[in-house]
């Protein structure tokens, strides 16, 4: 075997021969393809730019869907949570209810239970106030300020709610506007404010002094004549009728709030004033608010036959003196008289106009 093996080692000699020796780190390169054109590389660069643009479509269409997912698993767990709540708390009251019938109640009952709780609460307190060592003079101290108070003060009390009442009883076929010729009325001497529906008596021939003056408007409204201005309906001049807008409640009379709305009258209005049965048509044509002590406002020199009606303001208070003045339209102020000469009206020095009378504090301690 030996020597076969010898044998063709020799016969692979023969048929082969020498090569040069080659070094195995060397290498030789030939070209074989031409480099890519620029038209390739956009068609390379293209597909490239598709496929991204496909993977990131496809990437965040699916983180959408997945959000959507959680989101409408979160939505249906809440919707099932507050349904459970809710069934839960309709088999509450379910028992409740039940139990409050076992126990042979009825809504009514168990508000009567709880008014019942409450007084007992409420009684408990007072009574621990009650046996308070400062109690009783804290109660007598505020009742007797309340009572204090109510004596001074109850006239702008009561004014103000007469304000809103209407305070006269004026009758619709007094409340017509007359023409120029003479309306023979009644005898009694009386005045009417269609807007306020006053209709009350005046009183003429009183004195001008505080005292004559109250007196007279305890039982309607009063004349008050001084010298300039003491004329009567029909006589050229002015003719002054004083009225209570608020006296005190303990007063005497049924006229304490006669005047309590003449602030809401205006120019244009219309008075009617009766006298010895001929009824006078004026119109308001001014309103001025002075003090007590101005009795100069009511006398100066006229053509015309004029009224002017006296109140108190504010309500409540003689503080101030509303004037509302009023000229005559009807029966035609042409044939208005001259004023007569009142040889017993009294002088008005020294005098104010009326007010309202004291209240009872002011009567104990001085006006």
């Given at each position: 075997?030996?020597n076969?093996?010898?044998?063709n ?7 082969s021969?020498?090569?040069p020796?080659?070094?195995p780190y060397?290498?030789?390169h030939?070209q ?6 620029q038209?390739?590389w ?11 643009q496909?993977?990131?479509?496809r ?10 997912k959680?989101?409408?698993q979160?939505?249906?767990?809440e ?8 069934q839960?708390?309709?088999?509450k009251e ?8 076992d126990?042979?109640l009825t809504?009514?009952?168990a508000?009567d239970?709880?008014r ?16 308070s ?5 804290i109660l007598?101290?505020?009742?007797v300020?309340m ?7 109850n006239?702008a ?7 809103y009442i ?14 120029n ?7 009694e001497?009386?005045?009417i404010?269609?807007k306020?529906n006053?209709?009350?008596?005046v009183?003429?021939g009183?004195?001008?002094d ?11 409204t ?5 010298p300039?201005a003491n004329?009567v309906p029909?006589?050229?001049g002015n ?18 709030f ?10 244009g209005?219309?008075i ?9 048509t004026?119109t308001i044509t ?6 007590p ?7 100066y ?5 004029v009224?002017?009606l006296i109140?108190?303001?504010p309500?409540?208070?003689?503080e ?8 005559q339209?009807?029966p ?7 004023q007569s ?12 106009i009326?007010?309202t ?11």
């Amino acid at each position: 075997s030996q020597n076969g093996l010898n044998d063709n080692q020799q016969a692979n000699q023969t048929q082969s021969p020498a090569q040069p020796k080659q070094n195995p780190y060397q290498r030789t390169h030939s070209q074989t393809h031409a480099a890519p054109t620029q038209e390739q590389w956009k068609q390379y660069h293209s597909a490239w730019q598709e496929y991204y643009q496909k993977y990131y479509e496809r990437y965040y269409v699916g983180q959408v869907h997945e959000a959507n997912k959680t989101i409408q698993q979160q939505a249906s767990e809440e919707i099932n949570k507050r349904t459970a709540d809710l069934q839960a708390a309709l088999e509450k009251e379910r028992e409740r209810n039940s139990q409050v019938q076992d126990q042979g109640l009825t809504q009514a009952d168990a508000m009567d239970e709880l008014r019942n709780s409450l007084r007992g609460k409420v009684k408990n307190q007072a009574s621990k106030v009650a046996k308070s060592r400062h109690f009783k003079p804290i109660l007598a101290a505020v009742i007797v300020m309340m009572v204090i108070g109510f004596l001074q003060y109850n006239r702008a009390i009561f004014a103000t709610v007469s304000a809103y009442i209407s305070p006269g009883k004026s009758s619709p076929e007094s409340i017509v506007v007359s023409s120029n010729a003479p309306v023979e009325v009644g005898p009694e001497n009386k005045i009417i404010i269609p807007k306020t529906n006053v209709e009350a008596p005046v009183h003429y021939g009183v004195g001008n002094d505080h005292d004559s003056q109250m007196k007279a408007m305890e039982t309607g409204t009063a004349h008050f004549a001084i010298p300039g201005a003491n004329s009567v309906p029909g006589q050229i001049g002015n003719t002054v009728v004083a009225g209570h807008s608020s006296n005190d409640v303990f007063a005497s009379g049924a006229y304490k709030f006669v005047f309590v709305q003449n602030e809401k009258l205006d120019a244009g209005d219309v008075i009617y004033m009766h006298y010895n049965g001929i009824r006078y048509t004026y119109t308001i044509t001014k309103k001025e608010v002075v003090m007590p002590t101005q009795v100069d406002k009511l006398t100066y020199q006229t053509d015309k036959p004029v009224l002017t009606l006296i109140s108190c303001v504010p309500l409540g208070t003689a503080e101030k003196r509303l004037l509302i003045t009023a000229e005559q339209v009807s029966p035609s102020p042409s044939e208005a008289k001259p004023q007569s000469d009142n040889s017993d009206t009294a002088s008005a020095e020294g005098a104010s106009i009326p007010g309202t009378e004291p209240t009872v504090l002011e009567r104990l301690f001085g006006a």
